[in-house]
């Protein structure tokens, strides 16, 4: 594991794709298209950009150039708990202060707790990582990781220095996003959960999330956003609650929890 210098400047070739990133700001599609972006200077192979409020993640952007199932088996391994066994979190959280970013390069051989390596490595047959690690003036973690996967080799010196020139780009525009993307989740949603479970025990945990959300107001994208899952396991678990609530849809499902609350 290796801690690397941030540039406080932009440099020549963030000055030139600035305009581009910053459209990504705030999007859907914010981790897809910085990958994109990105792929000449970088070459990764596969992004993820996370939030940490609490020390658990939050999924903010993330996309793969290479398999969608290895991609699958990442993100999957790394909800799973793995993060808690991530050198970045600690870094995150124990070393840096307010405010503070880092660069960070992590081998394959760098990962030292067997399960995590497993999981978020071995199986999804990722190589290595680079991360931009950065903390809010409030004390919020943001990550932003590129990944290189085994058949592409790890990353090379010109991808460093390419990074570490970007970084301060790459910082502004993944504060920005999550900000933006923040604002946009509402604060009473642990109260409405908490309520939802209750009132209908019958609802597994995952149907009672999705139900708590829709009744803030999310939409399934912003669902899954907050829950770290899959917009299209939103759909799935979301139809499963209006079943067993015996509801036809979000209109239905208001009325019901406002009837009861």
Same mark, same amino acid.
């Given at each position: 594991?290796?801690?690397?210098?941030?540039?406080? &400047?932009?440099?020549?070739?963030?000055?030139?794709?600035?305009?581009?990133?910053?459209?990504?700001?705030? !999007?859907?599609? /914010?981790?897809?298209?910085?990958?994109?972006?990105?792929?000449?200077?970088? @070459?990764?192979?596969?992004?993820?950009?996370?939030?940490?409020?609490?020390?658990?993640?939050?999924?903010?952007?993330?996309?793969?150039?290479?398999? =969608?199932?290895? +991609?699958?088996?990442?993100?999957?391994?790394?909800?799973?708990?793995?993060?808690?066994?991530?050198?970045?979190?600690?870094?995150?959280? *124990?070393?840096?202060?307010?405010?503070?970013?880092?660069?960070?390069?992590?081998? #394959?051989? *760098?990962? !030292?707790?067997?399960?995590?390596?497993?999981?978020?490595? &071995?199986?999804?047959?990722?190589? &290595?990582?680079?991360?931009?690690? @950065?903390?809010?003036?409030?004390? +919020?973690?943001?990550?932003?990781?590129?990944?290189?996967?085994?058949?592409?080799?790890?990353?090379?010196?010109?991808?460093?220095?390419?990074?570490?020139?970007?970084?301060?780009?790459?910082?502004?525009?993944?504060?920005?996003?999550?900000?933006?993307?923040?604002?946009?989740?509402?604060?009473? /949603? &642990? =109260?409405?959960?908490? =309520?939802?479970?209750?009132?209908?025990?019958?609802?597994?945990?995952?149907?009672? @999330?999705?139900?708590?959300?829709? $009744?803030?107001?999310?939409?399934?994208?912003?669902?899954?956003? #907050?829950?770290?899952? #899959?917009?299209?396991?939103? $759909?799935?678990?979301?139809?499963?609650?209006? %079943?067993?609530?015996?509801?036809?849809?979000?209109? %239905?499902?208001?009325?019901?929890?406002?009837?009861?609350?």
């Amino acid at each position: 594991m290796r801690l690397m210098h941030v540039a406080t &400047d932009i440099g020549g070739a963030g000055r030139g794709l600035a305009c581009d990133l910053l459209a990504a700001v705030g !999007r859907e599609d /914010f981790g897809a298209r910085l990958l994109r972006l990105l792929r000449e200077p970088l @070459q990764a192979d596969l992004i993820s950009s996370m939030a940490f409020a609490d020390r658990n993640p939050i999924l903010l952007g993330h996309d793969t150039l290479a398999e =969608r199932t290895a +991609e699958a088996r990442a993100v999957r391994g790394y909800f799973s708990g793995c993060f808690r066994e991530d050198p970045n979190t600690k870094v995150l959280f *124990d070393d840096l202060q307010p405010g503070a970013s880092v660069v960070v390069y992590m081998s #394959k051989a *760098d990962v !030292r707790t067997l399960s995590y390596r497993r999981l978020c490595y &071995d199986e999804p047959r990722l190589a &290595d990582r680079l991360s931009l690690l @950065q903390k809010t003036r409030r004390g +919020e973690g943001i990550t932003l990781n590129f990944y290189r996967c085994e058949a592409s080799g790890p990353f090379q010196a010109g991808q460093f220095d390419a990074f570490t020139e970007l970084a301060p780009l790459l910082r502004a525009a993944s504060l920005r996003h999550y900000e933006l993307v923040a604002a946009r989740l509402p604060v009473n /949603f &642990d =109260r409405v959960l908490r =309520r939802l479970t209750e009132r209908f025990p019958l609802l597994t945990a995952r149907e009672a @999330q999705c139900a708590a959300g829709v $009744i803030c107001g999310l939409t399934a994208d912003e669902i899954a956003l #907050k829950l770290g899952i #899959k917009t299209t396991s939103v $759909i799935t678990h979301r139809k499963r609650a209006y %079943d067993r609530l015996g509801v036809s849809g979000h209109f %239905d499902l208001l009325s019901l929890y406002h009837a009861t609350a």
